[in-house]
């Protein structure tokens, strides 16, 4: 396949890399406009009709959804009927010519398409193929649906976050997906590194299922798992292991909430004198974590009486707003320019 598509305005590191994507929606596509972002070359490709199913989520502005503006940007788009022998054709072209392409369909689909990594490197040895499925492609459960929630739920991150006495609880955006397209555009320049470096390259599969990557963010709780046996349990907006013993999030006196957290043991023995505590008591690591009960009760009634959170030197209100607005409030004053309670 020629390329007579104009990259003289083309700008970024990635600028002379060409990618095709066979994904909807967000983890595969997230990938891709990782790549995008950085001036690779990405062609999207959409069914006929209403084309990728993102282009009718979410809400709307002038009768435009919003999400596929982001997942889409920087991209050119075809459209290619693959249920079609002459739309296959196409894309094994397509595929010929990139040297990333990423999947997000089913195995069985992948193989009846062409588009699995037997295929892929026939047309392709050089290529770099990133495939995104519910449970690997390898996996008894290859031609399984599998959706970025479910991903998450099966990695555990579901059942380690909410409060001890309440439900598992999922974040409020795409948890799962969102890491699988961070960690896929990863692997992928982990792989080009490799072929611009190894004279023997034959071409990079990367099989990724959806609660795989998400593993790689509870880190600690797989290997206290393995290691202690001890099973990771909920403990709301705290976190069940050093080195944060001040973690919360509490409400002003003017109805603000504002969240208070350390990370070293000099920033807790800072609450501890905020709080009118005598810092020696919370000296150490373990004396900080028996202790902790105990700071976090002091700041929730020391917050309550103050005002707008100033006297908090790592407080942050978490209420939402655009980067770079006014409202938004970043560290206060440090311990050591106030005295005493709060309240």
């Not at 699988?180 to 390259?201: K, Q, S, T, W």
């Not at 006297?311 to 320019?337: L, M």
């Amino acid at each position: 396949m020629t390329d007579d598509h104009d990259d003289a305005g083309r700008r970024g590191q990635l600028c002379d890399l060409k990618v095709v994507e066979f994904a909807h929606v967000v983890a595969g596509p997230l990938a891709g406009s990782m790549l995008a972002d950085q001036g690779a070359d990405v062609v999207h490709v959409e069914p006929p009709g209403a084309g990728d199913a993102a282009r009718a989520m979410g809400p709307r502005r002038d009768g435009t959804p919003l999400w596929f503006k982001v997942a889409g940007r920087n991209k050119r788009s075809v459209t290619l009927d693959l249920h079609q022998e002459e739309g296959r054709a196409l894309a094994h072209r397509l595929v010929a010519w990139a040297d990333v392409v990423i999947v997000t369909l089913r195995a069985g689909r992948l193989r009846d398409w062409g588009l699995d990594w037997e295929s892929v490197h026939r047309l392709n040895p050089r290529a770099v193929l990133l495939q995104i499925s519910g449970y690997g492609a390898t996996s008894s459960l290859a031609d399984s649906p599998g959706f970025g929630k479910m991903g998450e739920a099966r990695s555990g991150v579901v059942h380690l976050t909410g409060f001890p006495d309440g439900p598992p609880v999922h974040t409020g955006f795409s948890h799962g997906d969102a890491v699988n397209g961070l960690m896929g555009a990863y692997a992928v320049l982990a792989a080009l590194h490799r072929r611009e470096r190894d004279p023997d390259f034959d071409g990079e599969w990367i099989d990724m299922a959806l609660f795989e990557p998400l593993f790689r963010l509870v880190e600690w709780q797989v290997i206290v798992h393995d290691q202690l046996g001890t099973v990771p349990e909920r403990s709301g907006n705290q976190l069940a292991v050093a080195p944060a013993a001040v973690i919360n999030t509490y409400r002003s006196a003017d109805g603000e909430w504002i969240t208070v957290t350390s990370a070293t043991l000099r920033s807790v023995r800072n609450v501890a004198r905020l709080l009118g505590l005598d810092e020696a008591e919370f000296a150490t690591s373990e004396a900080q974590q028996a202790g902790r009960e105990r700071l976090d009760a002091g700041c929730g009634s020391g917050s309550h009486g103050a005002r707008h959170g100033s006297a908090w030197s790592c407080s942050h209100r978490t209420r939402w707003s655009p980067p770079g607005s006014s409202t938004r409030r970043t560290s206060r004053p440090t311990p050591s320019t106030r005295s005493g309670r709060t309240s």
